[in-house]
């Protein structure tokens, strides 16, 4: 059965993006690129991405992809990517295997689900979606890495509230400056 698994990076005061909605700040982080290629293993299972419009247009913008379209490629694989956006202008990568859904996770559930096959779904941002996942009983696990670093202010890690008997903690490991944190998310 396919597992729904938010994954991404925090600060530490938990926050993905500063108030400038820049990244930059994660990037300086001494041990990224070696977080990044632990994630090989769990990508392989991964058959399905789902991200909001926000992220979605960030890679645009900070890869340059509508430049180059076969970086698509390099980052998603040829995985299924459903993008949820309210944007009726959204700009899709030419070749891309991307469905653009508008509208509440739970009427789109299915269908994600259903790309997935026997694979696993990776939510990978933001924070509002992966809460809107969990609102209704379908966010399965969080992987997150954890950089040393405050921001302040910006986009919060998961606006949505869990108490200590809804994750438990399945392993944790440094990767250079990074902590490497798995939970498993119970049902209510």
């Given amino acids: 059965m396919s597992r729904i698994v938010y994954a991404t990076a925090t600060s530490l005061d938990g926050y993905l993006a500063d108030a400038d909605n820049s990244l930059d700040w994660l990037f300086a982080v001494d ?17 399905v991405y789902v991200e909001g419009s926000t992220t979605y247009l960030w890679v645009l913008e900070h890869e340059r992809v509508l430049d180059e379209p076969s970086k698509w490629q390099t980052f998603y694989g040829d995985r299924k990517t459903f993008v ?3 944007r009726p202008d959204l700009t899709l990568v030419p070749g ?9 996770v739970e009427q789109h559930i299915d269908t994600i689900l259903a790309a997935a096959g ?12 992966a809460a809107a996942f969990a609102e209704i009983g379908r966010l399965d696990a969080i992987y997150l890495s954890i950089a040393p670093v405050t921001l302040g202010a910006g986009a919060p890690l998961l606006p949505a509230r869990f108490d200590s008997t809804r994750l438990r903690l399945t392993a944790v490991h440094q990767t250079g400056q990074f902590i490497q ?3 498993e998310v119970l049902s209510d």
């Fill in 96 to 104: 891309a295997d991307i469905e653009v859904l508008n509208g509440p």
């Fill in 181 to 183: 944190a798995e939970y």
């Fill in 84 to 86: 949820f956006s309210s």
């Fill in 31 to 47: 041990g990224g690129d070696d977080a990044i290629a632990e994630g090989e293993t769990f990508m392989a299972g991964v058959t």
């Fill in 118 to 129: 026997d694979g696993d779904v990776l939510l990978a941002g933001g924070g509002a979606l």
